[in-house]
């Protein structure tokens, strides 16, 4: 469900007792969380997690259970995921939701959020919890033409490969290794294809914790050194990434760990959410999309929703953007089973590494994203993610990794297919440095032979090449 009536959704945690033994049987149980409203005897009872004076929730996206009352640490739904089968997605992943119902009657709410860094919304008490290292607050820039012709809109590009560790995962990183020093917790695992390990890596450093990354052997060698170089235990193995994010899993079980996998932990999600309350800061007047997102789990395309989805619940916009998932074509698990019964995997096998996933992790949130507020889906090949990669680093001086680069592949979809409406104010996030993996963005590349260091020679290479 959306945040959309999320005063009903709170008010499954609000029992009305209007006789005084009920009430003095409640007391008994539930002293802490009683509260007297004159002479009638209503009392509200809420049920919300805390973790040192903050007030949140957790929503099975699947059954719509609530839960979380007396724990502080909440993967996913008991109910739901006891049946889930490994190669498959995951049933019972949970969402975070807060008192929406207090904050929407702010006089300026997302005024009043912003000044307080948006700590009403994240399920941390404090900001000083967060990592030293800027993450997030990246820039948008604004480009008006492609190759010197004019475009029918002007396109934004939200460059997330500005973070500490050249990665739109430093934002899950971020709140994963807050809310972990806030309660104590000084390892953190996570299953990773690279970006997620090398962003948790990078960030437990600052952190002074601990971080165990499992990751395909088959990782780009640029982001595995990054892991240890960050000084993470770095655990490859000979296997893929779904068999890295189990077994990440079963150390968190056996050793106490705190798990980061994405969407497995919902906080992940929460971190993600942050670039929508940016973009709406740069784009206030001209937020109506598309947005256009790399998609692998779908957790990086739930956080887009869930933040937007806040916005619209607060009263701060009216209406949800134009949200655009972009997979590519070789690994279009998500993409491919959104309208399907039964969900069927087929083994991926894109360059695109970052958004290579057999089994995506958060398919049924993302599923639900996209139909709820009419999103759209679409794939693009390796050969476009790789031309498109080459177009917006000749056009913009942004150099992108194949999976950031395929959300541009997106954007140059839907304007060669006369798809961008008047009005539309496109926005493409782009998720990493291409400096991440350097050997997949070499095979849409011929690097040039060496010449005699002496003019003629160079300039016959010049015109030759039709340079001159």
């Not at 002074?208 to 060698?221: G, I, T």
């Not at 999309?289 to 916005?311: A, H, M, Q, R, T």
């Not at 698990?333 to 958060?362: C, E, G, K, W």
């Not at 990669?389 to 992108?400: K, M």
Request: glycine residues 8%.
């Amino acid at each position: 469900m959306t945040t959309e009536g999320i005063d009903r959704s709170w008010a499954c945690n609000v029992f009305v007792i209007k006789h005084v033994k009920a009430a003095t049987n409640l007391r008994k149980r539930h002293p802490f969380f009683l509260k007297f409203l004159k002479l009638g005897f209503t009392i509200l009872l809420f049920m919300p997690v805390m973790t040192k004076g903050k007030h949140f929730i957790f929503e099975c996206s699947c059954c719509g259970v609530q839960s979380g009352f007396g724990t502080q640490l909440m993967y996913l739904c008991n109910a739901c995921s006891k049946d889930n089968k490994s190669g498959e997605p995951p049933r019972g992943v949970m969402k975070v939701l807060y008192d929406y119902h207090r904050l929407r009657h702010k006089p300026k709410p997302f005024k009043y959020l912003k000044n307080r860094g948006f700590i009403d919304l994240l399920p941390i008490s404090s900001l000083s919890s967060l990592p030293p290292l800027r993450t997030g607050r990246t820039p948008l820039y604004t480009f008006n033409k492609l190759d010197g012709k004019l475009l029918p809109a002007p396109l934004h590009i939200k460059d997330d490969s500005q973070n500490p560790t050249w990665s739109f995962k430093d934002r899950a990183s971020a709140l994963v290794s807050a809310f972990a020093a806030e309660h104590g917790l000084s390892t953190i695992v996570v299953a990773s294809t690279g970006n997620a390990g090398s962003s948790m890596a990078g960030i437990c450093a600052s952190m002074k914790q601990r971080a165990v990354v499992v990751l395909p052997d088959s990782a780009p060698e640029a982001k595995l050194r990054q892991v240890v170089m960050y000084g993470a235990k770095a655990l490859p193995i000979k296997g893929t990434y779904d068999q890295a994010f189990e077994l990440s899993i079963e150390l968190s079980n056996q050793f106490g760990w705190y798990n980061r996998n994405t969407a497995y932990n919902p906080l992940t999600i929460e971190g993600k959410k942050t670039v929508s309350f940016e973009l709406f800061d740069q784009l206030p007047e001209l937020l109506n999309g598309p947005v256009f997102v790399p998609v692998g789990d779908g957790v990086i395309l739930s956080g887009v929703y869930k933040g937007f989805d806040e916005l619209k619940s607060l009263g701060v916009i009216t209406e949800v953007p134009k949200v655009v998932a972009v997979q590519a074509a070789q690994s279009d698990n998500l993409v491919r089973n959104l309208h399907q019964p039964d969900f069927i995997s087929i083994r991926s096998t894109t360059i695109a590494d970052s958004i290579s996933v057999d089994a995506p992790r958060n398919f049924y949130m993302a599923r639900q994203f996209i139909h709820a507020f009419d999103g759209d889906a679409i794939t693009v090949s390796d050969n476009d993610i790789l031309q498109a990669s080459a177009l917006l680093a000749q056009n913009t001086g942004l150099f992108a990794e194949p999976a950031a680069a395929a959300a541009f592949a997106g954007f140059l979809s839907y304007l060669h297919g006369n798809k961008l409406r008047p009005g539309d104010n496109p926005v493409v996030l782009l998720t990493g440095s291409g400096l991440k993996d350097l050997k997949s963005i070499a095979k849409g590349l011929t690097l040039p032979e060496s010449v005699h260091p002496d003019f003629r020679s160079v300039e016959r290479t010049l015109e030759k090449s039709g340079y001159l």
